[in-house]
């Protein structure tokens, strides 16, 4: 099933996938008052889901795994990276707690989005000057209730996306993103020893993997201020030329009944909602890749180099996460659903080539530089041969 911009529904036989429970999830978002985005109504439902799957809040033996694992991997990161330890433990978090954590990131990101979504769908109503005079009064309830549905419609579906999401990641950083105020590394423990249990790995093993990447990345992005702005930038640049084909909107949902969330929910199916690009919007979407594909492909050089040789089964959890995100993983999901843009592992799997080598080259400390020298770090189109430029980048320093 193909809902608007990606989002993805829950699996068959979910509660909030009834739709005795779908209705009252509309009817909660229904009741600001107002055609906006309600992100208290998001916030129950995307609650409401994990906690409904199972949620597990960490116990005190699991905060202090979390801790002890974070501990011991700050110290061999020292070894692998320039950028500080932010001085702060690793925390073990459940999937509510993600939530409740990153909603104001997800707001910020997505709000623009989603607000012009529910634009492009009641821009299709009809106008007072198509509307005989004397029915204009009599038909303003039902406009304002096409336009609130339509907002609760969307916020239901964002709602939906976040549970997934929080059921997926195992960090907070997984999306490649800052999703809290400040850099805040913490796990999502229940899932850490799913997933361990999944590829058959100790789970003490998968937590130190996992802790490496989750750290490695909050320490990048504590130490490259201009980093997490540059990926919003990109995003808003997105957001703020969204377009729409109205025509075909309004083909979809032609004959439908706009006081009947499911046929509204059916018609919209398909990606009818994508929206089309404009050349600005897609030079940020490739600047947003880009800056993802090098971010996470540092991260793998800089986990690998701070745990291979210290975790006996680094070989097989290394090449399951690949896996994983090749796949399609939660960074993948989430910003396809948010911004349209489905990451190549490619360009992943090509950062990571190209650190790779220029730590070989340069040492850590001297890789490490170029974040803080935008003309050094490559471009889009510069790591279709990583090696090669990594050369040329190590003779520049």
């Excluded at 925390?91 to 990153?102: F, G, Q, T």
């Excluded at 199916?269 to 996470?296: C, D, I, K």
């Excluded at 490619?346 to 400390?365: H, P, V, W, Y």
């Amino acid at each position: 099933m193909s809902i608007p911009f990606g989002f993805q529904p829950p699996s068959e036989g979910e509660p909030l996938n009834q739709m005795g429970q779908m209705f009252e999830q509309l009817g909660k978002m229904m009741q600001s008052g107002n055609a906006g985005i309600n992100w208290n109504s998001i916030s129950e439902t995307a609650i409401g889901q994990v906690v409904a799957a199972g949620d597990h809040q960490p116990t005190m033996s699991e905060l202090s795994r979390t801790q002890n694992a974070g501990r011991t991997v700050d110290l061999w990161l020292d070894q692998a990276t320039s950028f500080p330890a932010l001085g702060i433990d690793l925390e073990a978090w459940s999937r509510k707690d993600l939530i409740n954590y990153s909603l104001n990131a997800w707001r910020i990101i997505s709000d623009p989005v989603l607000r012009r979504m529910a634009d492009s769908m009641t821009t299709l109503m009809p106008g007072n000057d198509q509307i005989p005079p004397e029915l204009i009064e009599l038909t303003k309830p039902m406009m304002e209730m096409v336009k609130g549905l339509t907002s609760a419609m969307v916020g239901m579906q964002v709602g939906q996306s976040l549970a997934a999401l929080a059921m997926d990641v195992m960090g907070a950083a997984d999306v490649g993103l800052l999703l809290t105020d400040k850099p805040r590394p913490a796990l999502i423990i229940q899932r850490c020893d799913d997933y361990a249990a999944e590829i058959s790995v100790p789970a003490e093993d998968l937590l130190h993997f996992l802790a490496s990447r989750e750290i490695a990345r909050q320490r990048l992005f504590n130490s490259v201020d201009w980093l997490s702005g540059a990926i919003i930038t990109a995003v808003e640049i997105h957001a703020a030329g969204m377009r729409v084909d109205t025509s075909r909107l309004q083909s979809a949902l032609e004959g439908i009944d706009p006081s009947d969330p499911q046929a509204i929910a059916a018609a919209l199916e398909g990606g009818v909602l994508t929206p089309e690009l404009t050349p600005e919007q897609q030079a940020a979407l490739v600047r947003l890749e880009n800056l993802l594909a090098l971010s996470e492909g540092w991260v793998e050089v800089v986990a690998q180099s701070a745990t291979a040789s210290k975790l006996s089964n680094y070989a097989a959890m290394f090449e399951s996460i690949r896996r994983r995100r090749a796949t399609g993983g939660p960074a993948e999901n989430a910003f396809a659903a948010l911004v349209g843009l489905e990451i190549r592992p490619k360009r992943m799997r090509a950062a990571f080539d190209f650190f790779n080598k220029l730590t070989e080259l340069i040492g850590a400390e001297r890789r490490d530089y170029i974040w803080q020298n935008l003309d050094l770090l490559p471009k889009q189109d510069e790591l279709d041969d990583p090696n090669e430029l990594a050369i040329t980048v190590a003779k520049s320093l």
